[in-house]
């Protein structure tokens, strides 16, 4: 299978109810009908800031403003929601792949399990205006192509008459708000499918810190995983945020002009508060996994410290078995002329009957006191 690297910018032109068109130029004039969707790279948008600039214009009225555009352009910027009042401006991070920006730094190597070290994030920007969508994506993004490959596999048989698309439940969106809330919708759904197996990969850490048998050392790898799942909070946390701000701003909005206006206007609202939702589950989720790390590290601890006390339980009591025996044998090693039993040739064997009998009498006392026994693993 081979792997399409697209244009680093690609222009759509989406008309609900009649299909979607990708365009080889950038727009010049508004459109006659639905809404474009200039989705590029940041390196692209660094190189044809000029030119998207003027398609803004001549499409949507309008430019973007120097600190937009800087924030567009910022590898770094975490997620967040902004306004003016022509446009909105939208900031998600999502997964990074494996090529995602070169221009971005590289992020520090971690051990421990393989998925922990997968755990970087790069931002997609969304300027949504009336009827353009500019979206701003890391190099070779796949939630760009992936989403534009599915508008443009659902075009109708037909589409003089619109009949039903190649893609079954596929439906093009009504604006370019629905637009950007699908397209995040997909940045999430990332970190949704990061959960099963960030969970199967935790529990390995477990399992090797509640062996009592085993000498855990990979203390190192257990610090990055936590450092990675603090991270990955903070991300989510950005996320859910950024979008609680688009949805208190989309409150305010008035129903555009129509019959289905007010329709259009509630399921933004209804996919906005899906996407919060899905936000708030990963979060959820992370916050739980950091709190069972926590929980085993702690159990670890107890464990080694229970299984200190009893070896040293253990130890000190066969301490106390040897003192008494040490205390006749330091009695009878005195140099007295007139020891009892020591010039009698029974003598050596009475003192070793005595300590024998001391020796097992003590053994059984502390048994029954359960001084020697081990704890139960269960």
């Known amino acids: 299978m081979t792997v399409n690297t697209v244009a680093p910018l690609r222009i759509f032109h989406l008309q609900p109810g009649s299909g979607v068109r990708e365009l080889a130029q950038l727009p010049s004039a508004p459109p006659a009908q639905g809404f474009y969707w200039l989705a590029c790279t940041r390196g692209a948008l660094q190189e044809q800031l000029a030119s998207v600039q003027a398609a803004l214009q001549a499409a949507a009225g309008l430019q973007l403003v120097d600190l937009h555009v800087s924030d567009l352009l910022n590898a770094q910027l975490p997620s967040r929601y902004d306004y003016t009042s022509q446009y909105d401006l939208l900031v998600l991070r999502r997964l990074a792949s494996a090529g995602a920006d070169a221009a971005a730094p590289?992020?520090?190597?971690?051990?421990?399990?393989?998925?922990?070290?997968?755990?970087?994030?790069?931002?997609?920007?969304?300027?949504?205006?009336?009827?353009?969508?500019?979206?701003?994506?890391?190099?070779?993004?796949?939630?760009?192509?992936?989403?534009?490959?599915?508008?443009?596999?659902?075009?109708?048989?037909?589409?003089?008459?619109?009949?039903?698309?190649?893609?079954?439940?596929?439906?093009?969106?009504?604006?370019?708000?629905?637009?950007?809330?699908?397209?995040?919708?997909?940045?999430?759904?990332?970190?949704?499918?990061?959960?099963?197996?960030?969970?199967?990969?935790?529990d390995h850490w477990q399992t090797e810190l509640l062996r009592p048998r085993t000498r855990f050392t990979n203390w190192g790898a257990l610090l990055d995983a936590r450092l990675s799942l603090h991270e990955l909070d903070d991300v989510c946390e950005d996320q859910r945020q950024a979008v609680q701000d688009w949805i208190d701003a989309l409150d305010t909005w008035s129903a555009p002009e129509g019959t289905q206006g007010p329709r259009e206007l509630d399921l933004l609202k209804v996919r906005s508060r899906d996407l919060l939702e899905h936000i708030e589950r990963v979060v959820h989720h992370v916050r739980r996994l950091e709190q069972s790390t926590e929980t085993v590290v702690q159990m670890h601890f107890s464990v080694q410290s229970n299984r200190t006390n009893d070896i040293m339980r253990t130890l000190t009591a066969l301490t106390a078995v040897f003192l008494p025996l040490n205390l006749i044998a330091g009695i009878f090693g005195m140099n007295f002329e007139f020891t009892p039993f020591v010039h009698q040739q029974s003598g050596f064997w009475w003192a070793m009957g005595a300590m024998a009998a001391i020796a097992l009498a003590l053994v059984l006392l502390f048994w029954r006191k359960r001084y020697l026994a081990r704890t139960e693993e269960r």
């Open 106 to 202: 590289l992020p520090p190597l971690r051990s421990g399990p393989p998925v922990l070290r997968r755990i970087d994030t790069s931002p997609v920007g969304f300027a949504l205006f009336d009827q353009v969508l500019l979206s701003v994506h890391p190099g070779d993004c796949g939630v760009r192509d992936a989403y534009a490959a599915r508008l443009l596999a659902a075009q109708p048989t037909d589409p003089r008459d619109g009949r039903a698309s190649a893609t079954p439940g596929a439906r093009t969106p009504a604006s370019p708000a629905d637009l950007m809330l699908r397209l995040a919708n997909l940045i999430v759904d990332g970190f949704l499918d990061l959960r099963r197996e960030l969970s199967r990969q935790l």
